[in-house]
């Protein structure tokens, strides 16, 4: 059960962590806020999170707890199920239009309108199927692959049907199934994320994307040329990219947990001031970690914020987890 509740709770506190500065450059960062090492309630004239309270977290969060309520009660994905949730927490909850991402947004429109749910997904190109994806790394262990890679893409089709956004998804899984399930091998989850990703090239609309086992060798070799901090963050930032695009974030988080070895703090304080897409980059970076090494060194105090600004019990719901899987056939 700790493996679960420490991937949720990396997940939210990343989501947590980065949200206040979500779609910055870093230099509005670095002026607003100075450092981002610490929880901060959304800033003033952030189009996106100004609003929200300290500790508050974005889609990122809510979304992948709704993947994991369906999983909890319905044993499996079954998409327009998923969308169904989606809708119902998009119509409950008048926030979610300034959080969701253009390609959820553009999903849940498209099956209100009747479109076939294989087609909705088709230009869901964005970082939305890997932000909500670490459920299905709870749920299924990798070692089974294709069950894994199968899963994997039904919690992507309904918003992001698109090779570049299931294969990106496919290695946060991994990274996190690894974790869960398997160990804390640092370079054994690298070859399983190399794998997922490949297989995932295999799904979907291929809209000509690099491929993220490459960026991924790409920015670890930087990262190794570059031994100053805020040097690998320019580089990210400026010469790559942390947009809400999978090839950006995607391989942006994984290469950070791996640098990093794993350590939630190191690697989240990394990802929170990369300007960009921050929420998500840092929600995907700290379930890895989480689920790698634990959440011991999130503050008790900041997890218990979390959990009041958002109505949400990471105890209760790892329990369900646990209730469920064992319920669930298991690798012998």
């Known amino acids: 059960m ?20 979500e779609m910055w450059p870093r230099k509005r960062v670095f002026e607003a806020v100075g450092k981002v090492d610490r929880l901060l309630p959304g800033q ?14 974005t889609d990122d969060t809510h979304i992948s707890l709704i993947l ?20 119902n927490w998009v119509e409950n909850n008048p926030e ?9 947004i553009k999903a849940v429109e498209l099956f209100q309108q009747g479109m076939a749910l294989e087609q909705i997904g088709l230009f869901g190109e964005t970082n939305g199927g890997a932000m909500r994806i670490a459920p299905i790394g709870i749920f299924f262990d990798l070692r ?23 294969s990106g998804a496919a290695a946060i899984a991994a990274a996190v199934s690894y974790g869960v399930h398997v160990g804390s091998d640092l370079n054994e989850m690298l070859t399983w994320v190399r794998k997922a ?35 690998r963050q320019e580089l990210l930032h400026k010469s ?23 350590q939630l703090r190191e690697s989240l304080q990394f990802t929170a001031n990369l300007g960009g897409d921050t929420d998500t980059i840092s929600a995907m970076t700290g379930a890895i970690c989480g689920a790698l090494n634990g959440a011991h060194q999130i503050p008790a105090e900041d997890i218990e914020l979390i959990e009041r600004v958002n109505s949400i019990d990471f105890s209760g719901i790892a329990d369900r987890i646990c ?6 056939p298991r690798l012998s």
């Open 44 to 57: 003033t004239g952030n189009l996106i999170t100004s609003s929200l309270k300290k500790g508050a977290v």
């Open 240 to 262: 790559l990219g942390t947009s809400i695009q999978t090839i950006d974030s995607v391989p942006t988080s994984l290469a950070t947990a791996l640098f990093y070895q794993g």
């Open 323 to 328: 209730q469920k899987l064992d319920s669930m």
């Open 68 to 87: 994991c309520q369906q999983l909890i009660e319905e044993g499996d994905i079954i998409p327009e199920h998923f969308l169904s949730r989606l809708m």
């Open 144 to 166: 089974e692959f294709d069950t894994f890679m199968a899963k994997v893409h039904l919690a992507c089709l309904p918003t992001h049907n698109t090779a570049i956004a299931i």
């Open 197 to 231: 990703a490949t297989a995932g090239r295999d799904f979907g609309r291929d809209l000509g994307y690099p491929h993220i086992d490459k960026r991924l060798d790409l920015i670890i070799s930087l990262f190794n040329q570059h031994k100053d901090v805020e040097a």
């Open 96 to 104: 979610s239009a300034e959080l969701i991402g253009p390609s959820t």
């Open 2 to 21: 700790r493996h679960i509740y420490d991937t949720l709770v990396g997940l939210a506190y990343g989501d947590s962590l980065g949200m206040p500065v």
